[in-house]
């Protein structure tokens, strides 16, 4: 059986990727990096904290429409511009993280990079989820 690729309406319609891919064997769904851009394709203004939630908040958009919720999340890649901003940053997207998706923590890696895809993004994160 092939894989199922899930676009929400409520995203940015993707060109050339999908938002999330589900692998039927298993059910595990991949999410596609999501960057802070917003339902028209734009990314959010503000600093790294408003990104954060943008881009959670896609990943879950995300997951949810593949059957998945927060509590599936077995893995996730944050790539950073700044780094040292995030850190600055860590309580209130920790709040952040909880409002969203509670207290759960899947295994995760924060990685430091030269830019993203779209020049003003600040953050984009993947992640994998096995749903039950």
């Excluded at 092939?2 to 991949?30: C, D, K, W, Y």
């Excluded at 939630?53 to 700044?82: H, K």
Aim: proline content about 5%.
């Amino acid at each position: 059986m092939p894989h199922q690729n899930i676009n929400p309406a409520s995203l940015a319609t993707p060109r050339g990727f999908a938002h999330a891919t589900v692998a039927p064997a298993g059910r595990t769904v991949h999410l596609g990096g999501q960057t802070a851009m917003d339902a028209d394709g734009r990314i959010v203004a503000g600093g790294i904290v408003e990104q954060f939630r943008q881009a959670f908040g896609n990943v879950l958009t995300s997951l949810a429409a593949a059957g998945g919720t927060p509590e599936d999340l077995v893995s996730l890649t944050i790539y950073l511009t700044d780094v040292d901003d995030y850190q600055a940053n860590g309580a209130e997207i920790g709040r952040i993280w909880r409002e969203l998706a509670g207290s759960n923590y899947p295994a995760m890696a924060g990685i430091g990079v030269t830019r993203l895809w779209q020049p003003e993004a600040l953050i984009e994160i993947s992640g994998i989820a096995a749903l039950d």
